[in-house]
């Protein structure tokens, strides 16, 4: 028995694996090749929850009737009966409810026949972590039922389908991860690069990208991370490889991990390195990766508004918080708010009561590691 499916519907499942944008139509694509009229692809949760992958237009609702939709859909007879009839056997209407009984459940009068849909061929199919694929291919009643060629193309479409399902779900939580780390990375207070085998920067967050324009005593060049220091360069190197030999699994060495950068006038930089071992990576394998950790003590600042907020803190008093939480002192903090030294302890005796610490270094401390440090970023 031959089935024939369109030559190019395979490989569009796979390109809508990689880019999730690309079910759009799919649906519409499997209905035609199947002569019907409509389809459905969705993920049953083993929570219970369901994703609709894609559908046919004539089965999209309107919002106000959402909610009755995702009803009917978790309580869908047919993907009730097929996970129990089998995973990955394809199946038609009438082997898992007779025309009769159809007729008169309510799943068919309040939910096919509104999309008037009567026959099916598809299958429940298996994703792992509990939940369930499903392939859904639709006729009205007033068309033939599905038959023996329909389920031979059916069962030559599942394994394509349910790999693609399967690689799209597995790189969507790849891409969140990713999206969600380097979102991380950039709300930290702490510059971070990402340094190959050859030091050339494969990523920075912004308070990295911060330090490097502002700094005289590190840079770029070729694309590659160097301190101006020689010394302190050829000590960079060393760590560097240890950092990557480590990553690659090999010999760590006995580079030291850290580094002290020094500026003239200024507190210096500390800069530390960690070997990266990425767990997963769409394109090619990058090698042996190195993270470099740069902290800046005069870059952050503690943001007023979030000092308000965690400890109720008047403006004035926020305003001190924040000096201390930067490390001065009662007199550097009188001098650069242009107040009285009294008016200054009597603000960091409220400070301290409102934090709840007994003396001025605990509640500096607190202060510079709470999430005021965090650097503010506005909504999109």
């Given at each position: 028995?031959?089935?024939?499916?369109?030559?190019?519907?395979?490989?569009?499942?796979?390109?809508?694996?990689?880019?999730?944008?690309?079910?759009?139509?799919?649906?519409?694509?499997i209905a035609r090749a199947f002569d019907s009229t409509s389809?459905?692809?969705?993920?049953?949760?083993?929570?219970?929850?369901?994703?609709?992958?894609?559908?046919?237009?004539?089965?999209?609702?309107?919002?106000?009737?959402?909610?009755?939709?995702?009803?009917?859909?978790?309580?869908?007879?047919?993907?009730?009966?097929?996970?129990?009839?089998?995973?990955?056997?394809?199946?038609?209407?009438?082997?898992?409810?007779?025309?009769?009984?159809?007729?008169?459940?309510?799943?068919?009068?309040?939910?096919?026949?509104?999309?008037?849909?009567?026959?099916?061929?598809?299958?429940?199919?298996?994703?792992?972590?509990?939940?369930?694929g499903v392939l859904g291919i639709h006729r009205p009643e007033?068309?033939?039922?599905?038959?023996?060629?329909?389920?031979?193309?059916?069962?030559?479409?599942?394994?394509?389908?349910?790999?693609?399902?399967?690689?799209?779900?597995?790189?969507?939580?790849?891409?969140?991860?990713?999206?969600?780390?380097?979102?991380?990375?950039?709300?930290?207070?702490?510059?971070?690069?990402?340094?190959?085998?050859?030091?050339?920067?494969?990523?920075?967050?912004?308070?990295?990208?911060?330090?490097?324009?502002?700094?005289?005593?590190?840079?770029?060049?070729?694309?590659?991370?160097?301190?101006?220091?020689?010394?302190?360069?050829?000590?960079?190197?060393?760590?560097?490889?240890?950092?990557?030999?480590?990553?690659?699994?090999?010999?760590?060495?006995?580079?030291?991990?850290?580094?002290?950068?020094?500026?003239?006038?200024?507190?210096?930089?500390?800069?530390?390195?960690?070997?990266?071992?990425?767990?997963?990576?769409?394109?090619?394998?990058?090698?042996?990766?190195?993270?470099v950790f740069l902290k800046d003590p005069e870059r952050p600042?503690?943001?007023?508004?979030?000092?308000?907020?965690?400890?109720?803190?008047?403006?004035?008093?926020?305003?001190?918080?924040?000096?201390?939480?930067?490390?001065?002192?009662?007199?550097?903090?009188?001098?650069?708010?242009?107040?009285?030294?009294?008016?200054?302890?009597?603000?960091?005796?409220?400070?301290?009561?409102?934090?709840?610490?007994?003396?001025?270094?605990?509640?500096?401390?607190?202060?510079?590691?709470?999430?005021?440090?965090?650097?503010?970023?506005?909504?999109?």
């Amino acid at each position: 028995m031959d089935a024939i499916l369109p030559d190019d519907l395979i490989g569009h499942l796979y390109d809508a694996a990689v880019d999730a944008r690309l079910w759009r139509g799919t649906a519409g694509h499997i209905a035609r090749a199947f002569d019907s009229t409509s389809a459905v692809v969705k993920v049953h949760g083993a929570a219970g929850e369901v994703e609709l992958l894609e559908t046919t237009d004539n089965m999209v609702v309107p919002a106000q009737k959402r909610a009755w939709t995702e009803d009917w859909h978790r309580r869908d007879l047919w993907v009730q009966r097929s996970v129990a009839h089998g995973m990955d056997r394809i199946v038609t209407a009438e082997m898992l409810v007779s025309p009769e009984e159809q007729r008169r459940s309510g799943f068919y009068r309040e939910w096919l026949a509104a999309f008037d849909i009567f026959h099916l061929v598809g299958a429940a199919f298996t994703l792992g972590d509990g939940a369930v694929g499903v392939l859904g291919i639709h006729r009205p009643e007033s068309a033939p039922a599905h038959d023996a060629r329909d389920r031979h193309a059916a069962a030559l479409l599942l394994p394509h389908l349910a790999r693609a399902v399967r690689l799209g779900r597995h790189l969507g939580k790849a891409s969140l991860a990713q999206a969600a780390a380097l979102d991380a990375l950039d709300r930290l207070d702490t510059g971070v690069l990402v340094l190959d085998r050859r030091g050339r920067i494969v990523h920075a967050n912004a308070p990295a990208e911060e330090s490097l324009r502002g700094s005289v005593d590190l840079g770029v060049l070729h694309g590659r991370f160097y301190l101006r220091d020689p010394l302190l360069q050829d000590r960079f190197a060393l760590a560097l490889r240890a950092a990557l030999a480590a990553a690659g699994s090999g010999p760590a060495g006995t580079a030291p991990p850290a580094l002290a950068i020094a500026r003239a006038g200024r507190l210096p930089l500390t800069l530390t390195l960690a070997p990266l071992r990425p767990r997963w990576s769409p394109g090619p394998d990058p090698g042996p990766l190195a993270l470099v950790f740069l902290k800046d003590p005069e870059r952050p600042s503690l943001h007023h508004d979030r000092l308000r907020e965690l400890f109720g803190l008047t403006p004035t008093e926020a305003a001190i918080a924040a000096e201390l939480g930067a490390g001065r002192s009662a007199e550097e903090i009188a001098s650069r708010q242009g107040i009285g030294l009294g008016t200054v302890r009597w603000h960091l005796k409220n400070i301290l009561a409102k934090t709840g610490t007994r003396r001025q270094a605990e509640a500096a401390a607190l202060l510079a590691r709470s999430v005021a440090a965090l650097p503010a970023h506005d909504a999109p």
